[in-house]
């Protein structure tokens, strides 16, 4: 399980911030900065062209998730934090090669995180109403005096009997899948084609009158750098965008991912309060010290068998070039991925021959302490 309840928490009550739905701006705050050239070698610099889902760049180019850390120094808690989880920890691909959500979840389960595109242009106002378990640190579309959505953040209040989110009006994808037992995190990844905006919720349920239930919502413009306000969470515990950071069969089959994974441990490992940039929550135990952001990285010194499955290889090759981040609270060392009929059948056999002594966590402390950081934003600066 990826997510936990816990991820959603009411937090202080903030001001009102209203966004237009053509994404102007993020939610979140922090700086917008756009796409960033190359620099700094790998020393959390390097930036190729950022990933893309349709017309929609996946923030900016010089967004952490899309620059090479291969670089960074390792942390000096590594060997500590690696030791807690357990070095002999196997590799764990968290997705299936089952697309088919209405499929028996006994017999031909549907495995991993998929994710919807809906078209703003097309008909926003079907956007159905949603009730939301919280509300505070939640991010939604509410309807204005003319009839038009906006994007509201903090949908306590007055918002909380408005508060829609994008689900497609038929064939939601839902984490988990169609069946009536499926009672998990239930996530749902939303992006807006048009306005490049990326939704997330966790434990979606449609009701009978057309309306669906929900943990809570965050949103981010993908043409944006800026974060979720810190102290706040997300659909997973570390108030990080989930879609951006799974692994996807079409890139895996091109033979490059270009950007960062997402990956989850245990709670008696990770702190309850500790989270590191890009980062904002934390949710882990009393007793864990794996601070939610930190940065996990395959050692360059893996040799990669030429055996390996184009997928198997470039999923590695991620691994070590823009790491993992740890973003949620679940079983050590699985990384997520969405359900597909396109994934190589031997890519989870090939990757599980990887364990966590072939892993290391990384110090970011070199891109914090350069001109022009902003903790409030996901942009990496240029290396002097």
């Not at 006994?106 to 995180?113: L, V």
């Not at 360059?300 to 290889?313: E, K, T």
């Amino acid at each position: 399980m990826a997510a936990s309840a816990r991820a959603w928490r009411c937090g202080v009550s903030r001001a009102l911030l209203v966004l237009t739905l053509g994404g102007l701006t993020a939610c979140g705050g922090g700086s917008g900065g756009e796409s960033g050239s190359e620099s700094g070698g790998s020393q959390g610099g390097t930036q190729a062209a950022a990933p893309a889902l349709q017309a929609c760049s996946v923030f900016p180019a010089n967004a952490v998730f899309n620059s090479r850390i291969d670089g960074l120094p390792v942390h000096v808690s590594s060997a500590a934090w690696v030791g807690t989880i357990g070095t002999g920890v196997a590799f764990h691909g968290d997705w299936g090669f089952n697309a088919n959500p209405d499929s028996n979840p006994d017999t031909d389960p549907y495995y991993g995180i998929p994710w919807n595109t809906v078209s703003a242009l097309g008909n926003p106002s079907s956007w159905p109403l949603t009730t939301l378990g919280y509300q505070e640190e939640s991010d939604c579309a509410i309807r204005d005096a003319n009839g038009s959505l906006r994007v509201q953040q903090d949908c306590s209040g007055a918002a909380a009997s408005q508060s829609r989110f994008p689900f497609p009006d038929r064939g939601v994808l839902i984490e988990g899948g169609n069946s009536a037992s499926n009672d998990g995190d239930r996530h749902v990844l939303v992006v807006d084609t048009d306005a490049c905006r990326l939704w997330e919720t966790a434990y979606a349920y449609r009701q009978a009158d057309g309306h669906w239930e929900a943990a809570g919502i965050a949103s981010w413009d993908l043409r944006s750098n800026a974060m979720r306000p810190d102290t706040w969470t997300s659909a997973d515990a570390a108030g990080l965008p989930i879609l951006p950071l799974l692994v996807r069969a079409d890139e895996a089959a091109a033979g490059e991912i270009r950007h960062a994974l997402r990956v989850t441990f245990r709670d008696p490992v990770l702190a309850d309060r500790g989270y590191t940039w890009p980062a904002t929550h934390a949710a882990g135990s009393s007793g864990g010290s794996i601070p939610f952001g930190a940065l996990l990285r395959l050692k360059a010194s893996v040799v990669i068998p030429a055996s390996w499955g184009v997928q198997a290889r470039a999923i590695a090759v991620a691994m070590q070039r823009y790491g993992l981040y740890v973003a949620d609270n679940g079983s050590h060392l699985f990384v997520q991925g969405e359900p597909s009929t396109r994934w190589d059948p031997l890519v989870l056999d090939q990757l599980k021959g990887l364990h966590m002594s072939d892993f290391e966590f990384v110090d970011t402390a070199v891109i914090r302490a350069r001109a022009g950081f902003d903790a409030r934003s996901l942009a990496v600066p240029p290396s002097p």
